[in-house]
């Protein structure tokens, strides 16, 4: 497939680099211009374009950006094709983007995102700290395979980026349309606790829409107290601990 990766940061350049590995033509681009997209995302064999090159004739585009900021490509967008998918793996953490009203009233956060570009997107990826992305994918039927959930109101569209995922080292899980990714925001028991396929399903069936946002920013605090950066194995036990 021809895929697109805006972003090349911890998860854009390594989707970039996993997915050129898998087969796919993956193009990388960011709002500085390819002489920015950094030599070890591209060493897999992707290639740095323009932006504007970028997201014309391709079959995905996957935004790696940092959330709120996906307005600022709906210009860009408006000359994207319908049927091209386009992916967000972002999540919404006010300490970082600052409050967005609307958001904090509730509205699901690809919902939002996909108001602000102008056409629908798929939830992927999000689910998944960037230290488990970039170490623990693992060949389809290795025991113990952690899932990643995709949510997307066109079948089409989650079928696609949910083989995506598998390309990518881990068990892709259906999580329905976008009005149900709240279930795989930050705060909820299935984010970032790298679960197999059956612990998913339970986790995202006993999420707690009005409690997730306590927990995300009681969890910020947490990470905020620590002297140097938590290992991987620490965030992700700290995250599951939240719903113990």
Excluded at 19 to 35: K, W
Excluded at 56 to 73: K, T, W
Excluded at 194 to 222: F, I, N, S, W, Y
Excluded at 229 to 244: D, F, G, K, T, W
Aim: one cysteine or more.
């Amino acid at each position: 497939m021809k895929l697109t990766v805006i972003g090349a940061g911890a998860i854009g350049g390594n989707l970039a680099r996993k997915l050129t590995t898998a087969g796919h033509d993956v193009l990388v681009a960011g709002a500085r211009g390819p002489e920015a997209v950094p030599a070890e995302v591209l060493e897999s064999g992707a290639r740095a374009a323009d932006l504007a090159d970028a997201v014309q004739g391709r079959d995905v585009i996957i935004l790696s950006i940092p959330f709120g900021r996906a307005g600022e490509l709906a210009g860009l967008f408006a000359a994207v094709p319908a049927e091209t998918v386009v992916i967000d793996t972002s999540n919404y953490y006010p300490q970082l983007s600052g409050n967005i009203d609307a958001v904090d009233h509730g509205q699901v956060e690809s919902l939002w995102n996909a108001e602000q570009l102008g056409r629908p997107v798929v939830k992927a990826w999000n689910a998944a700290l960037a230290g488990t992305q970039q170490t623990k994918g693992v060949p389809a039927g290795t025991p113990g395979r952690i899932a990643i959930p995709v949510a997307a109101d066109s079948a089409e569209a989650r079928r696609v980026a949910m083989g995506l995922v598998e390309d990518t080292g881990f068990d892709a899980f259906d999580a329905g349309t976008l009005a149900d990714s709240w279930r795989q925001q930050p705060g909820t028991p299935a984010y970032c606790t790298e679960l197999d396929l059956r612990e998913l399903e339970a986790a995202l069936a006993a999420a707690d829409r009005d409690k997730a946002p306590g927990t995300r920013d009681r969890l910020m605090e947490r990470f905020a107290d620590f002297a140097s950066a938590p290992a991987l194995e620490e965030i992700v036990e700290m995250n599951r601990s939240a719903h113990r």
